[in-house]
Structure formats: C-alpha cells, structure tokens
C-alpha cells in the first residue's frame, strides 16, 4: 500500500515561518501531480498549492508569494515552505498524490493523515 506521511506542522508566529514534508512509500512506479490542502476551522477544505511531475506549480491566491512547493521525486516527497504566516493560514495542512503504482495500473489518489499549522498573533 502507498501512505502519505506529513511532518513539520506546529505552532508558528505571525511572520514567521515553517517547512512542511510529505512523504511517500510503499508501491510507487511514478507520481503525477501532489499537492497541499488545507482545512481551516469552519471552511472547507482548499487547494494551497500543486506540483505537477513537469514541474509547473500552482498556488492559492491567498498564498502566493509566501509559499513554496517543490517535490523532490527521488525521494517521493514534496515540501511546503511557508514564509510570512498569517494567523488565516491556521489549518490542517493534508498532502495529496496522485500515484501510478505500477507500470499499467490506473493513476490513484493519495491523502495523508493531515498536520496541524496554528499561527498566533
């Protein structure tokens, strides 16, 4: 089985920063697109940011200029480096993988178990 692993979540100050990972193991012949979610409380949960195997990334308009998502597909990881945290960006951060994990398997969504960002004022 494949499983997402984040780290790096916790407490933060306002114009501070964090580095969020996410990990993937198991069965994993390539991964496509991963992404950053994050679910605030009482808001449903949002797209932070993407990065496609190509390379591109996309980003929320409520973050762009402050977050950073990059993948390295060596590892099967991707990171989120968040700059200048804003008390909104107080969520639960889920990383998310679509994974092709074999050969001529069809691609498959990925979740991981979600970290808690929490920045104060």
């Known amino acids: 089985q494949v499983q997402l692993v984040e780290s790096g979540g916790g407490l933060g100050q306002a114009g501070g920063s964090l580095r969020l990972s996410c990990a993937a193991s198991?069965?994993?012949?390539?991964?496509?697109?991963m992404d950053w979610y994050r679910q605030a409380p009482g808001k449903q949960r949002e797209l932070v940011a993407s990065?496609?195997?190509?390379?591109?990334?996309n980003y929320a308009d409520s973050v762009k200029g402050r977050f950073t998502i990059s993948r390295d597909n060596a590892k099967n990881t991707i990171y989120l480096q968040m700059n200048s945290l804003k008390p909104e960006d107080t969520a639960v951060y889920y990383c998310?993988?679509?994974?092709?994990?074999?050969?001529?398997?069809?691609?498959?969504?990925?979740w991981g178990q979600g970290t808690q960002v929490t920045v104060s004022s």
């Open positions: 990065a496609l195997s190509a390379g591109t990334t």
């Open positions: 198991g069965s994993i012949f390539s991964m496509g697109v």
């Open positions: 998310h993988a679509v994974i092709l994990r074999t050969r001529t398997s069809p691609p498959y969504d990925y």
